[in-house]
Structures are given as C-alpha cells and as structure tokens.
C-alpha cells in the first residue's frame, strides 16, 4: 500500500472513449432528475465551493453525473473507483476529458488500486480534502493509517456501504476514528428506496 504520492492529472485506461462516455452521460442526465435539479437550483449560488471531496465509488456513467454535479455547486473533487473491476473507462474517460481528476481503470492490480486511492487526497496547493465520500471504507481506512496529518482539515465523512459502516462501527469502538461520519447507508432514502428500487434496477439493466 503505497503511501508516498505525487498528484497526477488524471490515470485511465483509454482518452479516446470520452466522446462515447459523454454520450452516455447525457442519457444518464435524463434518468437522474434529482441531481439536474440541484444543479439548476444551486448552480449559480456555489454552496460547495470551497469543498475540496475526495471520492471513493463506482467510476460508472451514474457516478460521473454525480461527480459534474459536485463540481457544478462549486467543489474541487479527486476521484478513484472503490473496487478494481467496477470501473466503466468510458466514463472515467470523459471525466477526465472534461479536466476533472480521476484514478480509475477496469482490472487494476492490488498495487493500483491503493495508488489510485492516494491520488484522491492530492488537491491543488499540498492541500487535502475537507470531506470524503466513501463506499466500503477503503479510503476512510487509508487516510487514517497512512496520511493521519490530514485528519484535522478533513471535516466528515460520508459512508453509503453496509461494509463501510460496519468499518465505522468498529473504529469507533476502537477509538480510532478521527473525523466525524455520516451514516447515509441507514438513511431513509437509501435503505426504503435505493436499496429497493435502486439495486434491483441496476441487476435488471446488468
């Protein structure tokens, strides 16, 4: 687990899928009305600027909906794929066209991964994220055990994952959790609708 970094861009599999992934993009802007419609509310006001997020999640065409909406309220967003073969590299392609940066590729090793996950906490100016958006804990569990001098500015967490939030538990009981975290995936909407609704459509479309 590599714990020595220097910030790149941006590392992906193939560029020249980003005309096909923003294709893709666009049709998932017409499923994803609640994401377009914080972008249309907030846009112009900027709440999140000065949110500086580091993503662990599923580089698929629905994350980078999200992520362009980040960007759009006003965060600097860092983002790498929270499993090695979850990656959908046309649309890490057109994130990373779009001059966003994102770690993430189909297949990564063992090696990569941890690497890609690094790259997250390397903002502009030798700054580290404020906020961290996780699935499964990996890059919660990452900054504490190899970057612990950026848990001060790091203002909360955010975990969607059973796994993730079994994580949490434990490190709480462990006293070793240093920065606040919200457990989203005991959330209403994410344990009565996505759960639901959300999974068993994601297994039909698969």
Known sequence: MPTSLVAEKHKIKDISLAEWGRQEIILAENEMPGLMALRE????????????????????????????????LGAEVRWASCNIFSTQDHAAAAIAKAGIPVFAWKGETEDEYWWCT???LLFDNDQGPNMILDDGGDLTKYVHDNHPELLPGIQGITEE???GVHHLY?????????????????????SKF????????????G
């Open 41 to 72: 509310k907030y846009g112009k006001s900027k709440p999140l600027k000065g949110a500086r997020i580091s993503g662990s999640l599923h580089m698929t065409i629905q994350t980078a909906v999200l992520i362009e909406t980040l960007i759009e």
């Open 161 to 163: 994952t059973t796994t």
């Open 118 to 120: 690094g790259q997250t």
């Open 194 to 205: 996505d759960n639901l609704y959300g999974c068993r459509e994601s297994l039909a479309d």
């Open 170 to 190: 434990k490190m709480i009981q462990d006293n070793s959790l240093k920065v606040p975290a919200m457990n989203v995936n005991d959330s209403v909407t994410k």
